[in-house]
């Protein structure tokens, strides 16, 4: 997609993407590949849930604003994309909550055993999905707090957002951010994520942990997730959280 950038971050001001009812082509294309591959997931993950999650077509990037067509597709069909990163008009697009406290640490979770991404360090953060569908369009931002209310129980509603959306790509993947500053401590907000975790019926995350750099993230943190990192922890980007 020409404008816009790759392996590194930047300014985005809307995603504005429209659903299409009709199926994927790549989907369509791609039907046997996705049923073998979900045959293997199946053997080696059986915990793992073919429900129904949203890809997209026709990206293009003008002025900060991202547009596009989506589909709903099966998560078998995203695990394949995930696997063979194809060179074809299909794109994994996902929201991210990035949550920092009143003392200037972004609080991250650790992804539990039972989930696709056991083990990595990220962001609350997740694949759009039937919950994200808003007449017609599809809604990053609800994604956005769905996904910080579901893994850690805190709502970025009622937090200071930063007003300018960040995104990242590489190749189909990208990865749209928002930062939101809590009233509270790292400590405190850790406490309240952890009692939130121990109650979840899911157990998608396994822990959660405040950082203060990027190394603290530790070796597990996706590509994505370390741009964003280095980024915020920048000389110049500390200004954010400590401006009113």
């Known amino acids: 997609m020409s404008g816009l950038p790759e392996n ?3 300014a985005l001001n809307s995603v504005r993407l429209r659903l299409d009812a009709d199926e994927h082509p790549w989907q369509t294309a791609e039907h046997k590949a996705i049923e073998a591959h979900w045959a293997r997931e199946q053997v080696e993950r059986p915990w793992l849930f073919n429900g129904t999650v ?4 026709g990206l293009g990037f003008t002025n900060g604003v991202l547009e596009g067509v989506s589909h709903r597709v099966s998560y078998a069909a995203l695990l394949h994309f995930i696997d063979v990163w194809p060179e074809a008009d299909v794109w994994h697009l996902f929201g991210s909550a990035v949550i920092l406290s009143s003392d200037n640490a972004m609080v991250l979770v650790r992804m539990g055993t039972q ?3 056991a083990g990595k360090v990220y962001a609350p953060s997740g694949a759009l999905d039937n919950s994200d569908i808003r007449d017609g369009m599809i809604d990053v931002e609800g994604c956005i707090r769905r996904e910080a209310l579901e893994e850690v129980g805190l709502d970025p509603l009622t937090m200071r957002a930063e007003p300018q959306l960040l995104g990242w790509r590489r190749r189909g993947l990208i990865a749209v951010f928002r930062r939101f500053v809590a009233e509270e401590t790292a400590d405190q907000l ?3 994520m952890r ?3 121990k109650d979840a019926p899911e ?3 396994e822990d959660v942990l405040a950082v203060r750099s990027t190394d603290e993230a530790g070796p597990t943190t996706p590509a994505y997730m370390r741009a964003l990192l280095e980024h915020h922890f920048s ?3 500390q200004a954010f959280s400590r401006s009113g």
Not at 54 to 57: M, P, V
């Open 195 to 197: 009692a939130h975790i």
């Open 8 to 10: 590194q971050i930047f």
């Open 115 to 117: 989930t696709a991404n």
């Open 203 to 205: 157990q998608e995350v």
């Open 235 to 237: 000389d110049a980007e």
């Open 54 to 57: 949203i890809l997209h077509r």
């Open 190 to 192: 850790l406490a309240r």
